[in-house]
């Protein structure tokens, strides 16, 4: 068996192609920017990379391609039924892929998912039996591990902690049209949307000054950290928002570990220390102080890693090699 495998991270602006070792190392990777969705177009940057970490290896094959997408999967096709942050729907994306790398097995299964299958299976995850990734950036997506099994859902949807509504009367709207989603709240677009919300509070901060489409949530949580009040006051409730939706996952799966990926979770110890108290006080039909929370360990790399590991295992699965 080849001991080496794809695995590709499809994000909304960016993709990345990796080579991953049986160990989950990336040996070698290949990244460029998504300027138009069209899925001819997508694909067509996906192959280049792939080409392009295929160059790299001297082996004579690989186990597979394993691709992680956003939105709703048909696993057994790889075929995207409905990607809102693409505007796909149907796109049959793992038949675009096996016709240009024939005799190569390619899987496709949603980017959260494979993300969690990365950390089970080679980060922060290892050695527990229940286990939720949360991955916080643009959205939220995520994915569960119950007694060491990898949950996928009659459909492949269990996972999308995004779409629960946590403040379904005063909420910011979703992408999903739903009012208050998890992700609407506390995801890095929320943290902004709360930082611009609360700017008429301060008017003397320079946080939203200029243009507020050019804010982003690592500048809000700088400043949070440097002392900004109104950067503090934002991230203070985003924390609130993310804590009610953490709560919930915890009512909902009893984890033993919580462990939190994607860009806002960079922010560490900051936001764990004010993150944890707010949980304790919310948790209620589950044991407080007994389920971890943790950063996740691979950081971006989660997804590619898990990915791979679905090649090489033939799906999206907690069982095998």
């Not at 507020?212 to 924390?239: C, T, V």
């Not at 039909?285 to 943790?294: A, E, Q, S």
Request: aromatic share 4%; with cysteine; proline share 3%.
């Amino acid at each position: 068996m080849a001991n080496t495998a794809i695995g590709v991270d499809l994000g909304g602006s960016h993709v990345m192609a990796a080579l991953v070792d049986d160990a989950g190392a990336i040996v070698a990777r290949q990244g460029y920017d998504i300027e138009d969705h069209s899925p001819d177009i997508v694909v067509k940057l996906m192959e280049d990379a792939i080409r392009a970490v295929l160059a790299t290896t001297k082996e004579k094959s690989v186990a597979g391609i394993g691709v992680g997408s956003p939105g709703n999967i048909d696993v057994a096709t790889g075929a995207v039924r409905y990607s809102p942050n693409f505007g796909w729907h149907d796109v049959p994306l793992g038949e675009q892929l096996r016709a240009g790398f024939t005799g190569i097995p390619v899987f496709v299964g949603n980017d959260a998912r494979c993300a969690t299958l990365g950390e089970y299976t080679h980060g922060c995850g290892r050695g527990t039996a229940n286990f939720a990734l949360l991955t916080l950036g643009t959205g939220i997506g995520g994915g569960i591990v119950a007694e060491g099994m990898l949950v996928l859902g009659a459909m492949a949807g269990a996972g999308e902690f995004g779409h629960h509504q946590i403040r379904a009367t005063d909420g910011f709207i979703c992408g999903c049209g739903k009012i208050g989603c998890f992700e609407a709240q506390a995801s890095g677009t929320g943290l902004i949307r709360h930082a611009i919300t609360l700017a008429p509070s301060f008017p003397r901060s320079t946080l939203v000054s200029g243009k507020p489409e050019k804010l982003g949530s690592k500048a809000i949580r700088k400043a949070a950290e440097a002392g900004d009040q109104h950067a503090l006051a934002a991230w203070s409730r985003y924390l609130d928002d993310l804590a009610r939706g953490v709560a919930n996952v915890i009512a909902f799966v009893n984890p033993e570990m919580i462990a939190l990926g994607g860009g806002v979770a960079s922010a560490g110890d900051f936001m764990l220390s004010g993150l944890r108290p707010r949980v304790e006080e919310l948790t209620t039909m589950v044991p407080r102080g007994h389920t971890k929370l943790v950063v996740a360990e691979l950081g971006n790399d989660a997804g590619a890693i898990g990915a791979a590991t679905m090649a090489r295992r033939g799906g999206l699965t907690t069982s095998g090699s």
